[in-house]
């Protein structure tokens, strides 16, 4: 099953608006949230993480949101640009686990 | 400079036939990874190696093999090819344990006719 969620599949935003991005999860063991973004041609890499201890993490104009006891996320990415086009990816571990879980992904186009 | 190297960019195979990715690594990380990723499973965890041990195997087939030659090599062996194992394949990194940031390579594609 998938155990880590995210939505939606894909969005479009204006430049300069702020783009919202959510994911959600299952196992309440989980207390890594890395947040990779992925070009065309290029392997994902990390934006921007988050550990359950906080509920809150700001890089920039990259933020991310978290409420542990609903198992949601949110990254927040203020004054988009189009060099932000891409696809998100909101991933999952635990300190037991052997691997990252990824959700879906939500491909995001920023319209100059 | 690319940290994790993965060879081939591009690879053609035909159904039926074996092929062997290479992943080598320079970041001096201890724990190594096998994701794939094709438009029906964006990211799908295959493999995790730490300290050249497996880890973790969730690939069903057993058709896929990694292979950890050296501390920084996790190749990835696949032999009776099928259409379905199109896809493009991500070599990861982390320095000690999957509960941190992964680097990744810039993957292999691969095509099966």
């Known amino acids: 099953q998938q155990q880590v969620r995210q939505s939606p599949q894909s969005l479009t935003v204006w430049e300069g608006e702020t783009a919202i991005l959510n994911c959600s999860y299952e196992?309440?063991?989980?207390?890594?949230f890395p947040w990779y973004q992925q070009f065309p041609g290029e392997g994902p890499a990390l934006l921007i993480s988050?550990?359950?201890?906080?509920d809150k993490k700001e890089d920039g104009r990259f933020t991310i949101f978290f409420n542990k006891r609903e198992k949601k996320l949110s990254l927040h990415i203020t004054d988009s640009q189009p060099g932000d086009s891409a696809t998100y990816f909101c991933?999952?571990?635990?300190?037991?686990?052997?691997?990252?879980?990824f959700g879906t992904g939500t491909k995001l186009q920023v319209v100059p | 400079d690319p940290k994790i190297i993965q060879k081939p960019k591009y690879l053609v195979a035909v159904t039926g036939s074996e092929k062997i990715l290479i992943c080598e690594q320079y970041l001096g990380h201890n724990a190594m990874y096998w994701y794939r990723q094709s438009a029906k499973k964006p990211l799908e965890f295959m493999f995790s190696?730490?300290?050249?041990?497996?880890?973790d195997n969730q690939t069903a087939s057993s058709r896929f093999q990694p292979q950890s030659s050296k501390k920084n090599h996790l190749d990835l062996q696949i032999t009776a090819l099928k259409p379905d194992d199109s896809a493009t394949y991500f070599c990861?990194?982390?320095?000690?344990?999957?509960?941190?940031?992964?680097?990744f390579g810039h993957g292999t594609k691969l095509s099966v006719l």
């Open positions: 991933a999952a571990s635990a300190n037991s686990g052997t691997y990252q879980r």
């Open positions: 988050i550990r359950s201890v906080s």
């Open positions: 190696y730490s300290y050249q041990k497996l880890m």
């Open positions: 196992d309440s063991t989980f207390n890594y």
């Open positions: 990861a990194s982390s320095q000690e344990s999957s509960n941190e940031r992964l680097f």
